[in-house]
């Protein structure tokens, strides 16, 4: 029986790339409420961060492989 399960998000880049952007949330969240703009800006920063952090682990080779796509 063909396993039917989408590993999409099952990936290191997948899970690094969300680890980065919640706490860059939780930094700007608290940057928020205190009333301080600069701690604000640099969670914008790293959702940034978090996202070439993403981009690059799956170039990489450790994120999920797209459909069609030729490889080794």
């Not at 029986?1 to 700007?28: C, D, Q, R, Y």
Request: net charge negative.
């Amino acid at each position: 029986m063909p396993e039917a399960h989408n590993k999409h998000g099952s990936t290191p880049a997948a899970w690094t790339a969300v680890t980065i952007v919640m706490v860059a949330f939780l930094v700007g969240a608290v940057g928020f409420l205190l009333a301080e703009p600069w701690v604000v800006w640099v969670g914008v920063a790293l959702i940034v961060v978090g996202a070439a952090a993403g981009k690059v682990m799956q170039m990489m080779g450790l994120g999920a492989q797209q459909e069609g796509a030729t490889g080794q």
